[in-house]
């Protein structure tokens, strides 16, 4: 229980940063602190409320002033706020204050109750409660300062022209100069789009990088593309139309897509793969290395090339199989292009298309509704904290829907390659091709034999995949 109050006249202070009318607006604070000025007792003779007033911007509290002055002529002898993030905008302006209450004896409650400024341990609390809002409104700040970045670097020719567009300057009614845009160019367009294109049908960075090296196309340094540039490049949401800064991305851009959203999610599925495209050095030569398991251990069977035998796959990790790769070909080969060739090939990795529709308007609305957010903020309509927890609740719910896309992207490896022409489009296809073929089918297993026994097509299992 409360002791009897000798308190004879309570302040209250409030304040919020914009005037949104939310909950904690002023008149719900005014509200709060005084059934908590009742409950205690304490008689109110004066309110005091700074509005509109954002802790980011520097400007003066008038009503704050008074305040201090009520508290410094013993005008008042206690406070109530609503919370202490409320009261003071800095760790220093805290210090002062709690100086100040001590000095004059002011009684000071919050409407939450927990922080009392006047024993150690409530001021402690407020120390950090203080550094919590601080550090809120630095958060927002840089996110801030983001945003207005982004918008200034689109218009401002900032940085290289990415592969894929021109550069064309702009002007005003008046022919002032008025910054620039990018514009596609047509014959990089069309080579990044065919680059996603082969990617999504399962080609390696490496023959990418091929593909774009003898068109003719060089990088904005003027260099020879490689895998990794390439997959750097596959991964800037620009090409599907987004504006990104610092990585994340803050709005739509204003130049015209290359790539549609559904190819360029399904472009990052695979880039985001991990372990899946990682350049070894060398190209894949063969089949099956890395593919196809040793049937004594389970370890994956590697090439074993040697200038007198016949080439060989042999198992490194427990050293007791070996067999040689022509007859294993020819099995795993035939077998699979058997398979391609069924009328129902083409279904095998077909996912659900509503799945993968659903994902992406959940995607979608997402960051629709983060773009409105910050929109919000940056016009004053929410306050930083509101912003803090609303951006917070989104990025979980973005980081869902993103994993769910990916969940629900349909398999295109087998594109181009089922049918009647089966056998054809297996002759031409890149030894890439083949191998992503092969994996996303089945799962090959060498057997061991006894000793002596000739290679028979039994020894090789291939196990369909679902
Ligand atoms: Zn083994």
Redesign the pocket.
């Known amino acids: 229980m409360e002791p009897v109050s000798s308190v004879k006249a309570c302040g209250i202070y409030a304040r919020i940063s914009s005037d949104d009318g939310t909950a904690l607006g002023v008149g719900r604070q005014i509200e709060d602190c005084t059934r908590e000025a009742e409950r205690r007792g304490w008689p109110v003779s004066a309110v005091f409320s700074d509005n509109d007033v954002s802790a980011m911007k520097a400007k003066k509290r008038p009503e704050y002033e008074r305040l201090l002055d009520a508290m410094e002529t013993q005008a008042i002898d206690a406070l109530v706020v609503y919370d202490i993030d409320r009261l003071t905008r800095t760790p220093a302006e805290l210090e002062r204050f709690i100086d100040l209450a001590n000095r004059r004896d002011t009684a000071l409650a919050s409407v939450g109750g927990e922080v009392d400024l006047s024993t150690p341990q409530g001021r402690l609390t407020a120390r950090i409660k203080g550094d919590v809002a601080r550090h809120e409104v630095e958060q927002m700040s840089r996110r801030l300062k983001r945003k207005f970045q982004a918008s200034a670097d689109e218009g401002q020719a900032h940085g290289v022209t990415p592969f894929g567009y021109r550069r064309q300057r702009i002007v005003d009614d008046a022919g002032r100069p008025a910054g620039f845009r990018d514009v596609l160019e047509p014959a990089e367009a069309d080579a990044i789009r065919e680059c996603y294109r082969m990617l999504v049908a399962g080609e390696s960075l490496r023959s990418l990088a091929k593909y774009l090296n003898d068109g003719g196309f060089r990088t904005g340094r003027g260099n020879a593309f490689v895998g990794n540039t390439v997959g750097n490049m596959l991964r800037k949401p620009r090409y599907a139309g987004h504006r990104t800064h610092g990585g994340e991305i803050v709005s739509k851009g204003l130049w015209e897509p290359i790539v549609t959203q559904d190819t360029f999610d399904q472009a990052a599925a695979i880039l985001s793969t991990p372990g899946r495209r990682v350049s070894r050095g060398l190209e894949p030569k063969h089949l099956l290395s890395g593919i196809a398991l040793?049937g004594?251990?389970g370890?994956k069977m590697r090439p074993n090339i040697g200038k007198r035998r016949p080439p060989s796959y042999a198992?490194p990790?427990?050293t007791?199989?070996t067999r040689q790769m022509a007859p294993v070909h020819e099995v795993v080969e035939g077998v699979i292009v058997a398979r391609l060739s069924m009328p129902d090939a083409a279904a095998v990795t077909a996912k659900k298309p509503d799945a993968l529709r659903a994902a992406l308007t959940t995607r979608d609305a997402v960051l629709a509704r983060m773009d409105t957010a910050a929109d919000e903020y940056a016009q004053g309509v929410s306050t930083a904290r509101q912003f803090a927890r609303i951006n917070e609740n989104f990025k979980a719910q973005l980081a869902g829907a993103e994993r769910a896309v990916m969940m629900a992207q349909p398999n295109r490896v087998l594109e181009g390659m089922t049918g009647a022409g089966a056998a054809q489009m297996w002759e031409n296809a890149s030894i890439e091709r083949k191998r992503e073929t092969v994996r996303t089918l089945a799962t090959v297993t060498i057997l061991p034999t006894g000793p002596g026994v000739r290679f028979a097509p039994e020894h090789v299992r291939i196990e369909w995949k679902s």
């Open positions: 040793c004594r251990c370890g198992c990790d427990c007791k199989l």
